[in-house]
């Protein structure tokens, strides 16, 4: 199938273990970083498997490519979502009463409403993947609270194998996922979250920006270098709010970078998805948002992804930097931070309205972001030991690396 239906000659690590697994009927965590083809460790159980295979997904966009993608190879999938015109939303649901359809995508929000799960009772199931699976977890960098219901999944269909995946849970994200989707028995694989293809840089911001825009050439430098390399491609630029956000853009065309456009929660729904059509249109662009933009991007050729704040963890740091490079080529992920950075997360994990429980986690993220900045060892090895992962060897290609091997040859 993987030859013939999907064109691929061979699996990548960790795929063939995931499919084997989940065809036998296990229950799976599956962690792997963005591009590592977790879309197709479901979709060929889903059709090997008897059954219809159910895809759970926030994401609208990502339904609606993945739906035309397999279409095109032959494979009667649709998607239900609130983006539905009426008349298509009633041709896909009686195709799903009659058992036309092969490989259902659905939201959160429909498969919990109108008594979608009764009536997918009815019909025998392969499959029920959930995508994004740490937006499940309460103290997650991007939970949604819809996502909690779909612990029913397990009372409504009892023998139906279920796959959670995501690109990145930290040790307590992924005991939170398994608890909270009531998967006891569930087997966690995870590949690798080491990217040779990202270069990873972190500098201390000279001075903090005012209403009048920059005031320190060295971080315009630091900041205008990494995307005047790439300017047929992709770069996303992350702000920690829609008013820095605004003034990044003002900035950046008056450089004369070419399409810069901004992403934000201040903009009206239709202005963020013309943004979104643009930037998986191929066109060469930069993309300046808050980290409302990104879930689910499916852009091979995003050749940098720069933080102009401090994320407030890891995770959230690893999810937003693997969008880049996703064609396996050189991408750079440069974050520009100061000492009010730290101060904001502190100030946000304080008011958070959770448990004391859980801002004690929030607070060893943050801490464990702090300690990657600042840190003199290669940033990837203390980021890769954020997920459990350990290595011996220092990436070689991050500053700090970069910056030991330059001290040790000028020693030489």
């Given at each position: 199938m993987i030859q013939h239906v999907f064109g691929l000659q061979a699996f990548y690590p960790l795929q063939e273990r995931v499919v084997e697994s989940s065809i036998a009927g296990q229950d799976l965590l599956v962690l792997m970083p963005t591009g590592g083809g977790k879309s197709l460790c479901y979709q060929?159980?889903?059709?090997?498997?008897?059954?219809?295979?159910?895809?759970?997904s926030p994401l609208i966009a990502l339904m609606d490519d993945q739906v035309a993608y397999l279409r095109q190879r032959g494979i009667y999938a649709a998607a239900l979502h609130s983006d539905l015109e009426s008349t298509d939303a009633l041709q896909i649901r009686a195709d799903l009463w009659r058992g036309r359809i092969d490989l259902l995508?659905?939201?959160?929000?429909?498969?919990?409403?109108?008594?979608?799960?009764?009536?997918?009772?009815?019909?025998?199931?392969?499959?029920?993947?959930?995508?994004?699976?740490?937006?499940?977890?309460?103290?997650g960098y991007d939970f949604r609270p819809e996502y909690r219901g779909l612990k029913a999944l397990s009372q409504?269909?009892?023998?139906?194998?279920?796959?959670?995946l995501t690109a990145t849970a930290d040790e307590e994200t992924r005991k939170d996922i398994l608890q909270a989707l009531n998967m006891p028995r569930a087997s966690v694989l995870a590949s690798s979250f080491y990217r040779a293809?990202?270069?990873?840089?972190?500098?201390?911001?000279?001075?903090?920006?005012?209403?009048?825009?920059?005031?320190?050439?060295?971080?315009?430098?630091?900041?205008?270098?990494?995307?005047?390399?790439?300017?047929?491609?992709?770069?996303?630029?992350?702000?920690?709010s829609r008013a820095k956000t605004e003034r990044v853009?003002?900035?950046l065309r008056d450089q004369g970078l070419g399409a810069v456009l901004p992403y934000h929660a201040g903009l009206s729904a239709q202005e963020r998805k013309a943004v979104l059509l643009r930037f998986r249109s191929g066109e060469p662009l930069v993309v300046v948002a808050t980290i409302a933009f990104g879930m689910g991007i499916d852009r091979a050729d995003v050749r940098s992804v720069i933080h102009l704040d401090m994320p407030s963890s890891p995770e959230a740091y690893y999810q937003q930097i693997g969008r880049a490079g996703r064609d396996g080529l050189l991408s750079e992920a440069v974050m520009l931070y100061e000492k009010r950075d730290i101060s904001r997360v502190y100030y946000w994990i304080k008011n958070a309205q959770v448990s004391e429980d859980q801002k004690k986690i929030m607070y060893r993220r943050a801490e464990a972001m702090i300690d990657f900045v600042k840190t003199k060892k290669c940033r990837m090895q203390v980021l890769l030991h954020c997920f459990g992962e350990h290595s011996s060897q220092p990436c070689g290609h991050c500053d700090r690396c970069r910056s030991l091997l330059r001290f040790f040859t000028r020693r030489l």
């Open positions: 060929i159980p889903a059709l090997c498997r008897s059954g219809m295979g159910v895809v759970v995508y659905i939201s959160p929000e429909r498969l919990l409403s109108s008594g979608t799960l009764e009536k997918l009772k009815r019909i025998p199931l392969s499959l029920i993947a959930i995508d994004e699976a740490h937006c499940v977890a309460t103290w409504y269909f009892p023998h139906v194998p279920r796959m959670a293809n990202l270069k990873i840089s972190v500098f201390n911001k000279g001075v903090e920006w005012h209403k009048s825009g920059w005031h320190n050439t060295a971080d315009i430098r630091k900041f205008l270098a990494v995307i005047k390399r790439y300017t047929k491609a992709a770069h996303i630029v992350y702000c920690g853009v003002a900035f």
